[in-house]
């Protein structure tokens, strides 16, 4: 008679739990983290942390080579008892106001008009874009060519047609729209892509029913073009602020600040400081950080007309 023999019974393996709905989202995003934290990296690296030493620096007295000696506002005090400061914060304001009437509004015209035609459309968005594909260095290279007195191509137009030539770089009276000038021409393009964007997404109901209302063309650009694409023009305006309250390389390559000061910039301001006037760093970071919160203020004061307008 054959015995049956029972094998023990196995402990029974305990169930895992279920990963959490965080974990879950944290392993199916995980390459996004990844490509998050590597964005995050370099932003902290070229951009937050200059500021953070750029403030840092602004108290202190340093030739970035021996220890830096902390002298509070000193460097605040020698930036603002400088003759050069006032001359420069005028001519700041004065190219970004200039800038503004240029380089914001043309763009916006330049882009209505490319929105309104049938042909060539592809064709004149790459000739309008190109400037912006050179380098800066070379853009102000051919118009420091352009602002020649002698072979000048500007000189040449204003003699072939019968109008008297200019020292465009070499007068305080043309110095500073001669860099204008310059600064409309190379960013341009940008502009225009965008508010070509802004316009072809303004539904075509709004023109036809105002073109039955009799309106023409400006009233058609005042009553729907405008307030259709009024956040961009915000947005733009901000950054045309920002990018012009910062210009450096037109009056470095072209004037030097001069004649006579009359292009000296707050942002050239900086770089005498720093690299011409003996390394004097602390002085140029305080200007900077002077700069930063006009900078900062501009764009405050955007970001709530931004909201009001959302609203």
Known sequence: METLTLEPKRP????????????????RNLTAYAFLCAALFCFALF?????????????????LVDEPTWVGLDNFRTVVNDPAFGQAWK???????????????IPFAVAIVLNELRHARGYLRFVV??????????????????????PGLFNQVLDFVGLPTLSWLDSTDTALISLVIVS??????????IYLAALQNVPGDLYEAAELD????L?????????????ILLLMLMLQIVATMQVFIEPYMLTGGGPENATVTVAYLMYQYAFVYGGNYGAGSALGLMLMIV?????????????????
């Open 91 to 105: 001519n700041t304001i004065a190219f970004t106001l200039l800038a503004l009437l240029c380089g914001y509004v």
């Open 184 to 193: 409309t021409w190379m960013n341009l393009g940008s502009g225009v892509l």
């Open 219 to 231: 009233k058609r650009i005042w009553n729907v073009t405008i307030p259709q694409t009024r956040l």
């Open 214 to 217: 009799g309106a023409g063309i």
């Open 129 to 150: 874009y190109l400037p912006v594909m050179l380098p800066p260095i070379v853009s102000v290279l051919l118009f420091r060519w352009f602002y020649d007195p002698g």
């Open 47 to 63: 951009a937050w942390w200059p500021i953070i030493k750029e403030v840092i620096l602004s108290f202190q007295q340093t030739n």
């Open 295 to 311: 900078l900062l203020a501009v764009a405050a004061v955007q970001l709530r007309l931004t909201r009001d307008e959302k609203r």
């Open 12 to 27: 029974a393996k305990p169930r895992r739990r279920p990963p959490s709905k965080r974990r879950r989202s944290v392993r």
